[in-house]
């Protein structure tokens, strides 16, 4: 992956015309300098990582810098700790599919184990990370993350499982999807 540094007045052509050329030929993130605040919609609508005005100072040039290096997720990722009949058992939530209950007994699914736990499933919701799962429904918590397709009333995961949306959040679910969606987009994961 590229990182461009692009002034906004270059002798000739104007910077975000540049960087429209150049994103169409290939894969770059896009670091606007300039003096003036004045082209900074255009330059947000190319995907701009960062918008520096002049004069640049190091701290945000590291911040810009830190916006197109991918985070390391691995380094720290969040658990979700669950008592089984194993024992506690530590689940990475980036590895969490979905979550469904049945008969009181909750079914963590990640992408190749399934782990069951006596704890609720409204106090798993409390314990995830509430800007990647949504709860679908009464009985499911499903990773956003695996949601391989939205439809109207139900959900397609990734392996093909389809869950139904609850009536009455069907709205609110594709807001929050969309949402999530938007926030991958400008971090560069989509």
Do not use: W
């Not at 002034?7 to 052509?13: A, H, N, V």
């Not at 670091?31 to 605040?37: G, H």
């Amino acid at each position: 992956m590229d990182i461009i540094f692009m002034d906004i007045y270059l002798g000739g052509i104007n910077g975000v015309e540049a960087a429209r050329d150049i994103s169409r030929t290939g894969r770059g993130r896009f670091i606007f300098t300039t003096a003036s605040r004045e082209y900074a919609l255009e330059a947000f609508a190319l995907n701009a990582v960062h918008y520096l005005l002049k004069p640049l100072t190091k701290n945000a040039v590291r911040e810009a810098l830190g916006r197109c290096l991918p985070k390391r997720e691995d380094e720290h990722p969040k658990l979700l700790e669950i008592k089984t009949r194993q024992g506690i058992v530590p689940i990475p939530m980036d590895n969490i599919v979905y979550i469904k209950v049945l008969n009181k007994i909750c079914t963590v699914h990640t992408e190749k184990n399934s782990f069951q736990t006596y704890i609720s499933l409204d106090a798993l919701s409390e314990l995830l990370d509430g800007t990647s799962f949504i709860r679908a429904q009464r009985s499911f918590i499903v990773n956003m993350k695996y949601i391989e397709s939205f439809y109207f009333d139900h959900i397609v995961m990734q392996g093909g499982k389809e869950i139904v949306l609850s009536r009455s959040s069907r709205t609110e679910l594709k807001n929050q999807y969309q949402q999530f969606l938007f926030h991958l987009a400008r971090r560069g994961a989509v």
